[in-house]
Structure formats: structure tokens, C-alpha cells
Nanobody
Framework: QVQLVESGGGLVQPGGSLTLSCTASGIIFSMYRMGWYRQSPGKQRELVAEVGYGAYPKYADFVKGRFTISRDNVKSAVYLQLNTLKPEDTAVYYC????????????WGQGTLVTVSA
């Protein structure tokens, strides 16, 4: 079964940290560029960070060195380390897999909520 399963969201105070995890199953992980998106109420879903197989990560400008994306190709997992969190980082964070070899395919996880509040 093809699926992406996220975990790690929760409530954190401003300035705090969280690590989000996403595990993929049913796909050939090396064929996919993995990314994290987020969506806040009333806003469009936006890219946070992405990393291809053997490639350098790319980040949205608003990350500004606070977040780090990494992938473990043995475990078919991708992680997002969130540091120095701000209230405006509050959103549902979605794991994304974009197939870059062969047939185009875009997969989404169910999302995990990150709330930054005092």
C-alpha cells in the first residue's frame, strides 16, 4: 500500500523545537523528491523544504536557517527539524513525495498539526 505517514506535531512554546517525521511505504524511495509543505487557516499550502535523492536541500525564504530537512534512504523516511519556532509557524505540516523518474506521481501524507503558542 502506497502511503506517507507523518508524526511529531504538537504544541510548543515560541522559541522551542520539534522534529517531524514521515515514513513512506509502497514506493521506490530513491525515485522521489521528498518535501514538507504547510497550510495555515485561510492560507494556501506552501512549500517549506524539499530534498531530492542525493541532492542538496531547498528551503523557503521564511525558513531562514531555522528548519532542517533530511532524508534517510534506508528507512524511506524524511524529517523536518523545526527550531526557533514562531507563532506564525502554526500550521498543518504535510509530507509530500514527488516522483521524478518515469510516471509523474504526487503523494501526500495526512498532515500533522504544529501549534506554536505560549
Amino acid at each position: 500500500q502506497v502511503q506517507l505517514v507523518e508524526s511529531g506535531g504538537g504544541l510548543v512554546q515560541p522559541g522551542g523545537s520539534l522534529t517531524l517525521s514521515c515514513t513512506a511505504s509502497g514506493i521506490i524511495f530513491s525515485m522521489y523528491r521528498m518535501g514538507w509543505y504547510r497550510q495555515s487557516p485561510g492560507k494556501q499550502r506552501e512549500l517549506v523544504a524539499e530534498v531530492g535523492y542525493g541532492a542538496y536541500p531547498k528551503y523557503a525564504d521564511f525558513v531562514k536557517g531555522r528548519f532542517t530537512i533530511s532524508r534517510d534512504n534506508v528507512k524511506s523516511a524524511v524529517y523536518l527539524q523545526l527550531n526557533t519556532l514562531k507563532p506564525e509557524d502554526t500550521a498543518v505540516y504535510y509530507c509530500n513525495a514527488d516522483r521524478v523518474v518515469g510516471t509523474i506521481q504526487k503523494l501526500w501524507g495526512q498532515g500533522t498539526l504544529v501549534t506554536v503558542s505560549a
